[in-house]
Structures are given as C-alpha cells and as structure tokens.
C-alpha cells in the first residue's frame, strides 16, 4: 500500500513535470515568455477571484452554520452572561469587518485586473483616508477595552461578605483539591515545607484558622445564587482552572495565590432540563453508544487548561451546584481538617 502511494506521488511529479514542459513549448510556439502575463491571463485570474470569493464566503457560513450547535450552552453565572455579550459583540464586529475587507479585496483584483490599455493611478497620499481608518479601529478598540476592563474588575472584586463561599482550588500534577474555608470563612494559612503524604495541599498545621477547613477530592459543590470567590493555587507547574459553562478561567501558578469569583445561576439540575443541553448529550450519548461506552448525564466541570504534562486530560474534577438546602446537607457530611490531622 505505501509502495502505491510513493508510486503515485512519483508518477504525479513525472507528469507535472511533462506539463511544464507542454507549456513551455507552446510558449515558444506563440513566441512569448513564461514570464509574460498577456491580458486574457489577466482577465481569467481577475474572474477566478470573483469565483473564489463566493465559494469562500459560502463556506464560511456553511462553517458557522455546521458547527454552531457544537458550543457551549447558555452561561450558568451571572458574570458568564457578561462575557458572553462582549464575546457576541467581538464576534459580530470581526465578522461585518471580514466580510467588508475580504469583499474589497476579492472584488478590487477582479476591478482592476491587469489590462495593456489601461495605466494606474500615482496616488500617494490622502488625509481624511489616513484620519478614517486610524479613528474607527481606534473606537472600536476602546469600546472592547473599556467593556472588558469594566467586566474584568467586577470578577475581581471580592465577594460580599454576607453571601460569600470561599473555596481554595489546589492543583498539582495531575489533580485538583478544593478547599472550603469552613465555619469561619477563613482558609488557613498555608507552607509549601509542610507538604506531606498527609496533608497534601500544605496547610500550615499551626494556624488555628484552617482547622475546620473542608478538603475535597473528584468533585464539590457550590450553593445557587451566591457570591463564590475561588482562590488558586498550584505545587509544581502553572495549570489553569478553567470552568466553561462559567465562563471562567484562571491560571494556577506556583508560589502565588491567584483570583476570581462568579454568581452560579442555574443548578445542575435545571442545567440538565435546558433545551440546549439536552441536545448536546444526545449528540454525545449517540457518539457513545456507537463506541459501546455507557450515556453520560451533563455535569459541571472543573477542567485544566494549560498543557501541563502527560495526564493533563484527565485533570478534571466535577462541579455540582446544589440549592442552598442541598449544599448545606452536602457541606455537613464532608470531613473537617483537625480530623484528619489527628488520626
Ligand atoms: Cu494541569
């Protein structure tokens, strides 16, 4: 099989090869050079560029149109729904400024093609062109900026005390741990020289404010409707926590604690109820089935998104947000640090 292949590649470079040569000859037949373009090769390109703009056009939007359904389902936080707004808004600009540009372009070589009878046009310098295309690019770019840096600000805010949860998400390679800060709503201190079997995320086991600190292995819960401030960290590597139907993503980087919160709308759930979703999972439970692999319910994620290394796939770890009553049922059954510590 690979011998026909190399084979076929071989007898096309012979036979484009022989091509070449045809042309040439009848170049030297007609008496002009290769390198002479005559204005029927002019006028035929300018047209295959008309040609070649509609078919690009098309499938373009065939693109968008096939895919579409692929995406992720309507944000789950209050702050998701903001970024998704300024995500439309990019994506609507972009495309009105790539169909513009892309159909100036096309349709300018098809305009003026090269023709013998024809001279271009010594034109060096304009003003109010100049003026034109530096203020509206320079418009459109601090409305996205200043939108995002007000967004930005808000995600960074810390939450308000009275609904606040606090959770410490620790990575390492290849797992998450996530932290909750207690009765208290404080997280203890932490000491990366007191790392052990043990007490895997290094806490400081002197600070009296992580003893009822909750650690949480595969999956946690977090509360509908509450401000939930995550605080990263990692041991080894830059990872990144990345909660997608959030919309939210933060680097964990050693030897420093980085920071977000966001506002959780919906509860898995009602998640699993929503329109969108349920088509998603069909789509993914019939791709299952044809591998023989078990359906698979819609959960929350907790995903790395950085390349970390060889299991970074795998790095993942379930969320489920719960009602309150459920979070609180869920919180009471998980095991306190002084606990474990004692043992
Ligand atoms: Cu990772």
Same mark, same amino acid.
């Given at each position: 099989?690979?011998?026909?292949?190399?084979?076929?590649?071989?007898?096309?470079?012979?036979?484009?090869?022989?091509?070449?040569?045809?042309?040439?000859?009848?170049?030297?037949?007609?008496?002009?050079?290769?390198?002479?373009?005559?204005?029927?090769?002019? #006028?035929?390109?300018?047209?295959?560029?008309?040609?070649?703009?509609?078919?690009?056009?098309?499938?373009?939007?065939?693109?968008? $149109?096939?895919?579409?359904?692929?995406?992720?389902?309507?944000?789950?936080?209050?702050?998701?729904?903001?970024?998704?707004?300024?995500?439309?808004? $990019?994506?609507?600009?972009?495309?009105?400024?790539?169909?513009?540009?892309?159909?100036?372009?096309?349709?300018?070589?098809?305009?003026?093609?090269?023709?013998?009878?024809?001279?271009?046009?010594?034109?060096?310098?304009?003003?109010?062109?100049?003026?034109?295309?530096?203020?509206?690019?320079?418009?459109?770019?601090?409305?996205?900026?200043?939108?995002?840096?007000?967004?930005?600000?808000?995600?960074?805010?810390?939450?308000?005390?009275?609904?606040?949860?606090?959770?410490?998400?620790?990575?390492?390679?290849?797992?998450?741990?996530?932290?909750?800060?207690?009765?208290?709503?404080?997280?203890?201190?932490?000491?990366?020289?007191?790392?052990?079997?043990?007490?895997?995320?290094?806490? #400081?086991?002197?600070?009296?404010?992580?003893?009822?600190?909750?650690?949480?292995?595969?999956?946690?819960?977090?509360?509908?409707?509450?401000?939930?401030?995550?605080?990263?960290?990692?041991?080894?590597?830059?990872?990144?926590?990345?909660?997608?139907?959030?919309?939210?993503?933060?680097?964990?980087?050693?030897?420093?604690?980085?920071?977000?919160?966001?506002?959780?709308?919906?509860?898995?759930?009602?998640?699993?109820?929503?329109?969108?979703?349920?088509?998603?999972?069909?789509?993914?439970?019939?791709?299952?089935?044809?591998?023989?692999?078990?359906?698979?319910?819609?959960?929350?994620?907790?995903?790395?998104?950085?390349?970390?290394?060889?299991?970074?796939?795998?790095?993942?770890?379930?969320?489920?947000?719960?009602?309150?009553?459920?979070?609180?049922?869920?919180?009471?059954?998980?095991?306190?640090?002084?606990?474990?510590?004692?043992?």
């Amino acid at each position: 099989m690979n011998f026909l292949v190399l084979l076929a590649i071989v007898l096309l470079i012979i036979a484009g090869h022989q091509l070449l040569k045809i042309i040439e000859l009848s170049r030297s037949l007609k008496k002009t050079k290769e390198w002479q373009v005559s204005d029927s090769d002019n #006028d035929f390109m300018g047209k295959t560029m008309l040609v070649f703009m509609v078919f690009f056009f098309a499938f373009f939007f065939w693109q968008v $149109n096939r895919w579409i359904d692929r995406s992720l389902p309507p944000a789950a936080s209050e702050q998701g729904v903001k970024i998704d707004a300024l995500w439309d808004a $990019n994506m609507y600009l972009i495309t009105f400024v790539f169909l513009v540009t892309n159909f100036v372009l096309f349709f300018f070589a098809y305009k003026y093609r090269g023709n013998s009878k024809r001279e271009a046009v010594y034109y060096p310098h304009n003003n109010k062109l100049e003026m034109l295309w530096t203020v509206v690019p320079a418009v459109a770019l601090a409305f996205i900026i200043i939108f995002g840096l007000k967004y930005w600000n808000e995600i960074m805010t810390p939450a308000e005390e009275a609904d606040r949860v606090t959770i410490e998400l620790y990575a390492k390679q290849f797992d998450w741990t996530a932290r909750y800060a207690g009765k208290d709503g404080k997280l203890g201190e932490t000491d990366f020289r007191q790392i052990s079997g043990s007490n895997s995320v290094g806490m #400081d086991t002197s600070d009296v404010a992580g003893f009822d600190d909750i650690l949480v292995k595969n999956e946690f819960h977090i509360p509908v409707g509450r401000e939930i401030e995550f605080h990263m960290r990692s041991r080894d590597v830059i990872h990144s926590a990345y909660m997608p139907h959030f919309r939210a993503q933060m680097n964990c980087v050693p030897g420093m604690v980085t920071f977000f919160k966001f506002k959780p709308t919906k509860t898995t759930a009602e998640m699993r109820k929503d329109p969108y979703v349920i088509q998603l999972m069909e789509g993914i439970n019939k791709q299952r089935e044809k591998e023989g692999k078990e359906p698979v319910e819609f959960d929350y994620v907790l995903l790395c998104n950085k390349i970390c290394g060889a299991s970074h796939y795998n790095m993942q770890m379930n969320i489920v947000v719960d009602t309150e009553a459920g979070y609180k049922t869920w919180l009471a059954k998980q095991k306190v640090v002084k606990k474990v510590a004692k043992k």
